[in-house]
């Protein structure tokens, strides 16, 4: 069974700062891609950031200078640095991974995990 857990969410004033972590655990193989995505109320979930396995990152425009993410493959963690937060920012963050689970020989195909989301609120 693959978990992925996040922390770090929260309520903070305008102009402050956050970080998100989550942590992937259980029986995986590989993880490929990892990246964070937010969905405020009445709105569609949306990508804030993405992570390759190699370091490459992408970003949605509004949070582009901001936001920075990082990922610890040792640690099978990904990170999410929010600074200059906006009220335009609340919503809750979920984390997700693309893996390959299971024991070789007998690893699964990649996969889509989600964790269960984290709630971050800026005040104005």
């Known amino acids: 069974q693959v978990q992925l857990v996040e922390s770090g969410g929260g309520l903070v004033q305008a102009g402050g700062s956050l970080r998100l972590s989550c942590a992937a655990s259980?029986?995986?193989?590989?993880?490929?891609?990892m990246g964070w995505y937010r969905q405020a109320p009445g709105k569609q979930r949306e990508l804030v950031a993405a992570i390759t396995s190699g370091g490459s990152t992408n970003y949605a425009d509004s949070v582009k200078g901001r936001f920075t993410i990082s990922r610890d493959n040792a640690k099978n963690t990904v990170y999410l640095q929010m600074n200059s937060l906006k009220p335009e920012d609340t919503a809750v963050y979920y984390c997700?991974?693309?893996?390959?689970?299971?024991?070789?020989?007998?690893?699964?195909?990649?996969?889509?995990?989600w964790g269960q989301g984290t709630q971050v609120t800026v005040s104005s």
């Open positions: 259980g029986s995986i193989f590989s993880i490929n891609a």
């Open positions: 997700n991974a693309g893996l390959e689970t299971g024991p070789p020989p007998k690893v699964a195909p990649e996969d889509d995990y």
